[in-house]
């Protein structure tokens, strides 16, 4: 396995507990810490995929190409110190890194030496100097048995139980980084904290002692759609509020996450646990770039518009606005969800950021689409060179419609209906443009009118 050495949050779970599981798959890679090891009772099951860490991955064993492993922690992260200056936490001092490479490859192996496992890294990289030089390292690590591996199972909330009355809320949680402060202030007035939550977004900590209590309340929080929630069950008031308590401990140790960003949904089972789902990040730089381009987009066409002031850049964009309020006011209409939510155990794409307004159709694909459609019959009019130009068009459009989809945004019968709205507002609007004269001679007008007072001023 050739292993990747930019890894710079392995500190994350080295602040949770001292060893760690790591179970290796052909397809992922999951972490894992049980939460007996210490009296805060914290969890974690985390996974990736594998081209996030490795390259050139081969795996191969008797248990379905599985391997299952304990390491310790403190080892791990020397070696990935040694390895990357990037490996450590947000506090290491520099000076302790002296030795660590960067432009670094590293060689992972699973070994054996004198009867025992061992992971051996080999590292090849550049010192501070800039001379190359050659590390490696030896880790004992333990090989979980079958009856062991069966004990590790995922942290999941109980369904709910009408005759305890025990139900869970799911929510999108405030910015952890924020979170952690306030949390952080809270645990010098208690060692718990109690979370309560409703159904419309509203959130609240509180801890009590023996001379004061004190309450920390968020609003207008996003509440994702079910996350393997039974859809027949009754739903509760939106206003009733549902609690557990935690260890304040146990809390600050999970907000340690808000280092590798992303949304956290959290899952409150009542009377009985707190679950967090961190989704962390965009999957691909070229995703997050897709994930921008309303921005480009409206930037490019307004620039357009006042460089060219030409009364088809204006008519144009504005009919891009009013296809992009058509399906608006269709999702309002239609009231179809977004994908759900998925557990992190599975293997549907995840959303990378929560979105709280309808999916059919999506308005991105409308914009995109009636871009689509109004340009490429019109490129022979605006330029020779049409067909490097219409390329170039057909890719944006076509790799941002399957971006909303790829991150877990919209379904795709979603961006199909937005393409479908997209493509009806471009030929309406340049059929008006063609069959109605006028129009060019009063944006024209009004063009002109406005360049006259921007002048005068």
């Not at 770039?289 to 490019?300: M, N």
Request: net charge neutral; glycine share 4%; proline share 5%.
């Amino acid at each position: 396995m050739r292993f990747r050495t930019r890894i710079a949050h392995v500190a994350l779970l080295h602040t949770l507990a001292k060893v760690c599981v790591i179970r290796l798959s052909e397809e992922k890679v999951h972490f894992i810490i049980p939460g007996n090891e210490g009296k805060d009772g914290v969890q974690v099951w985390s996974q990736v995929k594998v081209p996030t860490l490795f390259d050139h991955y081969r795996i191969e064993s008797n248990a379905n190409n599985e391997i299952w492993l304990e390491i310790n922690l403190d080892a791990f992260l020397k070696v990935l110190k040694s390895a990357d200056t990037t490996s450590g936490s947000a506090g290491d001092n520099p000076r302790q890194n002296a030795t660590s490479l960067t432009d670094s490859d590293v060689m992972l192996k699973l070994n054996k030496r004198d009867s025992r496992a061992i992971w051996a890294f080999d590292i090849k990289g550049k010192n501070q100097s800039g001379h190359m030089m050659h590390i490696t390292h030896e880790v004992a690590v333990h090989i979980i048995t079958s009856r062991r591996q069966s004990e590790l199972n995922e942290p999941l909330c109980p369904p709910p139980d009408a005759l305890l009355m025990r139900v869970q809320i799911h929510l999108v949680l405030p910015n952890l980084a924020e979170l952690k402060v306030i949390v952080s202030r809270l645990s010098h007035l208690s060692d718990n904290v109690a979370i309560s939550a409703n159904h419309e977004g509203t959130m609240e900590l509180r801890v009590k002692s023996t001379s004061l209590q004190m309450s920390t309340t968020w609003s207008n929080l996003g509440i994702p759609n079910s996350i393997g929630d039974d859809s027949e069950a009754e739903a509760p008031p939106k206003e009733k509020m549902f609690k557990t308590n935690v260890s304040i401990r146990g809390f600050q140790k999970f907000l340690t996450s808000h280092h590798v960003g992303g949304d956290a949904i959290a899952c409150i089972c009542e009377d009985h646990c707190l679950i967090a789902y961190v989704y962390i990040d965009y999957p691909s730089f070229l995703l997050y770039f897709l994930d921008q381009t309303h921005a480009t987009v409206t930037a490019a066409t307004a620039a357009t518009i006042l460089y060219t002031q030409s009364p088809l850049a204006v008519w144009f964009s504005l009919g891009a606005v009013a296809s992009t309020l058509m399906a608006k006011v269709a999702k309002k209409l239609i009231r179809e969800p977004r994908p759900d939510t998925p557990p992190p155990e599975s293997n549907k794409t995840a959303p990378v950021k929560t979105k709280q307004t309808y999916g059919m159709p999506s308005s991105h694909s409308t914009a995109l689409s009636y871009y689509f459609f109004y340009l490429f019959p019109i490129l022979p009019l605006v330029s020779a060179s049409t067909w490097g130009e219409r390329a170039v068009l057909t890719a944006v459009c076509g790799t941002t419609i399957w971006s909303r989809v790829e991150l877990g945004y919209h379904t795709v019968p979603q961006v199909l209906g937005g393409a479908v709205v997209g493509a009806i507002g471009a030929f309406t609007w340049s059929s008006l443009w063609d069959n109605v004269p006028s129009i060019e001679t009063n944006i024209q007008t009004a063009i002109d009118v406005t360049r006259r007072l921007v002048w005068s001023k």
